[in-house]
């Protein structure tokens, strides 16, 4: 029998959600509580699964009223699964689109949730650790715990391979895991290690870690037995069994099924080939996402290959595919397909298609060149990576591009055809922007943050400087050290990732979408485009397909320029008769440029691809069972 009791009320989605199994601690329920009502940020939620023949439940039950958060316990009289089943149980019932696992005996200090959460943006697990530099596993106490906890790692290294040998602490209870990630239908869970069952069974790849000193018991007695020992074995045995099955599957996200379409119109089987897509967030995947959606609407099948399914190693700014070891695989995969739509460059991953799968050797191959590699630190390599690229984007049938510029350097003699195909935006109702004599000029950033994205030259531009206020939308790991470069300015606010409502309200509120990136990584612009279509004046470094998307719209200024960056502000903020005959002009540029406008092209350059090749474009077939198609023309 399994007993749900919400302590307190459930309102709005909560920011966290932390999920703690219990069994027989109710010695520490209490200082557990009060570490969580300091620790958690507002909006919290915990869920409590208690396995106890003690009072742990009734302790957890009383201290509700006192606590800022959320509380939910549910108390399992059948414990299956043990320590496992109750953390499945728990992120069943959590709410947030991250949880985090814990224990209840406060070896898992709660101060470490906010640093666990910090690290979260562009991973699905975030591992809190005791072996990493910084971390401190004297918590366990003796040395012979000492040697069975790394034995135990080694160990499960060394069978599971992967993901598990990557990690330095596998076995850690403590861990924030993004719940979209997990697939709770394939968790079988054995015992204590649930951080091994999900990482295993859900394909969990994407993996960053905290380190953090594993504490004392606060009371109670700790649970660990040799029986707890045979039972590992045996669940390192299981997960063993089940890579075999789970491991080689290389299959792409597949959307529904095609819409029916008029008889006789094109309906292409598309494969799309692209580091990121979504649950990433980036500019790249929300592109991918819209072309997906759109192609599919126009009655294609659409099927996407990307990081998500091949995993990648990142190792700081450096992201490495592993797809030609899985090549075979997705090799005969191509075939399957009418057109492959590849987006690059992107190291060991588009070169690798290009090379095994290009000049015309199978499927057509319509290319997405984004823009030059241009990695900091790594510019001499970059400028080599280039022209090896550019050599091998001349085994694809066709080539798009985002702007002139890089349709310019695509082009050859004799090599394939190159169009200019710009992505889109949704234009929504112009907003109202009643300006003020005497208000500050509100300027919007909107990215990651990373190094390549300028803001250790915008946020000097704008820290106290009167006459401009700066919101800062978005997340990543340098985030801190943006912070403390912004120090106790007052006109500079850092909101963290924000909701697509709150996203739009921002460009609708906000005079100026700003884009000071500093190398060619930045080749678009699609939220300086979304900024413009709320009528924001853009003001983006002068880099090759930005400048041609901003063209007359707004000021293009030098890169890694302060002084500069800092005059182009400040001249809007005292001339707003420009500053609104600009904005005008900027939404007037962004209405061509819709994301119907952007499919329909890319639909195009596909069957042009096919056709290309002398194969004949598939259509819907004609039956007799098919209804007339029906066109209701305006007028």
Request: glycine share 8%; hydrophobic share 45%.
């Amino acid at each position: 029998m399994l007993t749900l009791t919400a302590t307190t009320p459930r309102t709005t989605t909560p920011t966290v959600s932390v999920v703690i199994p219990t069994f027989n601690e109710a010695g520490n329920v209490d200082e557990l509580m009060r570490r969580l009502a300091a620790a958690l940020p507002a909006g919290a939620e915990v869920v409590v699964v208690d396995d106890s023949t003690d009072d742990t439940a009734d302790r957890a039950r009383a201290a509700a009223p006192a606590v800022p958060f959320t509380l939910t316990v549910i108390h399992r009289d059948e414990p299956a699964g043990g320590l496992g089943g109750a953390v499945v149980a728990g992120l069943r019932a959590a709410r947030a689109d991250w949880a985090v696992v814990m224990d209840g005996d406060l070896q898992h200090p709660p101060a470490v949730v906010a640093e666990l959460l910090a690290a979260a943006p562009g991973h699905d697990v975030v591992v809190a650790t005791r072996y990493a530099d910084g971390g401190d596993g004297s918590g366990l106490g003796s040395p012979y715990r000492h040697a069975v906890s790394r034995g135990s790692k080694a160990l499960a290294a060394r069978l599971l391979g992967g993901a598990v040998a990557r990690m330095s602490d596998p076995l850690s209870g403590f861990f924030a895991v993004r719940r979209a990630a997990l697939d709770l239908d394939a968790v079988d869970p054995i015992g204590y290690k649930i951080l091994l069952e999900l990482v295993v069974r859900s394909g969990l790849e994407r993996i960053a870690e905290v380190p953090f000193t594993f504490g004392v018991r606060h009371a109670e007695e700790s649970k660990s037995t040799a029986r707890e020992g045979m039972r590992f074995l045996r669940h390192l045995t299981t997960l063993r069994r089940a890579q075999r099955v789970v491991t080689p599957d290389v299959a792409p996200v597949r959307l529904d099924d095609r819409r029916h379409h008029a008889p006789g119109s094109p309906r292409l089987d598309v494969l799309i080939v692209t580091s990121e897509a979504p649950p990433i967030v980036s500019g790249i995947s929300r592109c991918v996402d819209r072309l997906t959606v759109g192609l599919r609407e126009r009655g294609h099948r659409v099927d996407v290959l990307s990081s998500v399914q091949i995993p990648r190693l990142m190792l700081g700014e450096y992201r490495f595919s592993t797809l030609l070891a899985h090549w075979r695989r997705v090799g005969a995969l191509l075939e399957r397909y009418d057109v492959v739509n590849l987006h690059g460059p992107v190291p060991t991953m588009s070169d690798v298609v290009l090379l095994f799968a290009g000049a015309r050797r199978g499927t057509p191959i319509l290319y997405t060149h984004h823009s030059a590699l241009a990695v900091r630190g790594a510019e001499t390599l970059s400028r080599l990576y280039n022209r090896l690229h550019r050599v091998l984007s001349g085994r694809a049938d066709r080539i798009l591009t985002t702007s002139e510029h890089y349709a310019a350097l695509e082009r050859r003699a004799g090599g394939p055809a190159v169009e200019v195909v710009p992505w889109g935006v949704d234009v929504r109702p112009r907003p109202l922007r009643p300006h003020h004599d005497g208000a500050p000029l509100k300027v919007l950033f909107v990215g990651q943050m990373r190094p390549y994205k300028g803001l250790e030259w915008l946020i000097p531009a704008v820290a106290g400087r009167p006459g401009l206020e700066l919101t800062l939308i978005g997340d990543g790991a340098h985030r801190a050290d943006y912070e403390l470069l912004a120090g106790s300015a007052q006109n500079v606010l850092f909101t963290g990732r924000v909701s697509d409502e709150d996203l739009h309200r921002a460009y609708d509120t906000h005079d100026v979408v700003v884009l000071p990136s500093v190398t060619q990584a930045e080749a678009f612009g699609l939220v300086v485009l979304e900024g413009m279509a709320a009528g924001c004046v853009p003001v983006v470094s002068d880099l090759p397909g930005v400048r041609d998307l901003v063209a007359d719209t707004g000021p293009v200024v030098p890169t890694r320029d302060v002084d500069a960056l800092a005059a182009a502000l400040d001249g809007l903020a005292a001339d707003r008769s420009r500053l609104a005959t600009l904005g005008h002009r900027a939404r007037r540029r962004a209405e061509g440029l819709g994301w119907d406008t952007c499919v329909e092209r890319y639909e195009a350059a596909m069957i042009a691809t096919v056709e290309g090749r002398g194969r004949v474009v598939p259509t819907v077939p004609v039956t007799a069972a098919a209804p007339a198609a029906t066109v209701t023309r305006a007028g």
